[in-house]
Structures are given as C-alpha cells and as structure tokens.
C-alpha cells in the first residue's frame, strides 16, 4: 500500500508550522511534517538541550513516561512556546472513567496526539473517544496495539498465543468498531492497517533505525524508508537522534532518508 498523499484534513489542518517556512515546502519540509523526535530524557534541562541542538530542524516531539513523569505538564510549555507539535505518549491503560479523565486533561494541555493502550478493552476505547467529544481542535486519539519490543516469543510470555501481526489486528478492528482510527504500529503491520483504516487513518510507527544503527530494546524495527512504504503517516525516532554526537546532522539524515521515500 503506498504512502498516503496527505494526512488527515481536519488532523493536518491544526500543525503549528516552524517559523519562516515557506508556504509550498519541498520534499524535506513534508518529511519534517512527519517527523516525530521522542524526547525520552531524564530532565526537562536535557530536553531543554535537545530542543536547542535541534531548534529550526524539527517539528514533532514526542513526550513520554520518562520526561512527564520528572517533569508533568509544565515540560509541555517550553514546545508550545517554541510553536512545536507535540505528541503525548502516556499509554493510558485504566479503568473507562479514569482513562476518559485523563485523556480530557490532556487535550486541556494543547497536545496533538494522545495515545491509549488498545488492550484496555472496548469500554475504556469508547469512554476515551466520547471524552473529546465537543472538545475544540481537539488531539488525534491513537492505540497503541502491540509494543515495538514485543516479539513472539515475548507476547506468547503473557499469555497471547497470537502473533504480533494478528493481535494487531484484532485490536485495531476492536478500536474502529468505537471509531479510534490512528494507531501506534510497527512497520511490519502498517500496511495491513492501512487497508483497515483507508487513507484517514493516522499510522504512527516508532522503532525507527536507519540503515546500520543498533536495535536497542526494540524487536521489531524498520528503516524510514520501509516504514513510509508501508503507509505510516508519522515517524517517531529517539536514540538515533537524541544520542547521536550531533542530533541536529542526525535528524538532517533521517529526514534526507524520508524525503527520498516520499
């Protein structure tokens, strides 16, 4: 299934573009729209630093457990000063009324993307969904199906004799019967999910790595390249970038990389 040609309209339509971009971008400047950096550090004065090495070079950034749990919600003002996208990686799992609350005080933050963990089960999915119901210019709602580093073997440990790819599956048609129509997925079940969702589907794929670069924690991994052949609609990339001597000249790569996909 190919690259979708444009994101969602009503989802494309809220980005905050970079300063001084120019109205009609090339290659690379969509690429930086689909671009996500996890901003998986310890303290809001590294994240501080990240976001000056990479200040005029990227447009999304993911906050997750590590840096809110350090820092709450005051770690989301500095992005939004900068006029950054962000996307709120939490994963609620919960009880229905809990997830809801949660997910209601996350839109109140002004993030893009807010995600939940799919096997929290139908009822929790619909209460998350009804919670952004009236909510203005509200975020995408995503699933997180099944984790990156969950291979097989892994998923088999807990009790899931299904594969990867068939889990995903049946959670995914779980979350569309209640009308949750983005998802975090790796590349290898983006496309089957693309042909679930059509093009306004939101594909969120994590466990990027260019050509070379150490897997890490993660089991499930694709170059840019693939993953945006398989219809993801956003990247997220974290220790390429962030750890990289040079995270700006990073990014420029994995964007290059993207662009020639696109």
Avoid: Y
Avoid at 110 to 128: D, I, K, Q, S, Y
Avoid at 226 to 250: K, M
């Amino acid at each position: 299934m190919p690259v979708p040609q444009q994101l969602n309209p009503s989802f494309a339509a809220t980005r905050s573009p970079l300063p001084n971009r120019p109205p009609f971008p090339d290659k690379i400047d969509l690429a930086r729209e689909r671009l996500i950096v996890a901003l998986d550090v310890p303290s809001v004065a590294a994240s501080e630093v990240l976001l000056n090495r990479l200040d005029g070079t990227c447009q999304w950034f993911k906050v997750g457990l590590e840096l809110f749990t350090t820092a709450g919600p005051a770690v989301l003002e500095p992005l939004a000063a900068r006029g950054h996208s962000v996307f709120l990686d939490l994963k609620f799992h919960d009880i229905p009324n809990t997830v809801a609350g949660a997910v209601r005080s996350a839109a109140a933050w002004g993030v893009r993307m807010v995600n939940v963990h799919a096997a929290g089960g139908p009822a929790m999915l619909a209460a998350a969904k009804a919670a952004l119901d009236g909510v203005a210019n509200p975020p995408e709602l995503l699933a997180v199906t099944v984790l990156t580093s969950l291979d097989s073997a892994q998923l088999e440990s807990t009790g899931i004799a299904r594969s990867p790819a068939h889990q995903v599956e049946l959670l995914a048609k779980m979350c569309l019967d209640v009308g949750i129509r983005g998802f975090v997925c790796s590349q290898q079940e983006a496309a089957a999910l693309r042909a679930l969702t059509g093009l306004d589907g939101i594909l969120v794929v994590p466990g990027i790595r260019p050509a070379g670069s150490d897997k890490n924690d993660q089991k499930r991994l694709a170059t840019p390249a693939q993953a945006l052949g398989a219809g993801a609609s956003f990247l997220v990339v974290g220790r390429p970038i962030t750890q990289a001597p040079d995270p700006a000249r990073a990014a420029e790569a994995i964007l290059k990389e993207m662009a020639e996909a696109l």
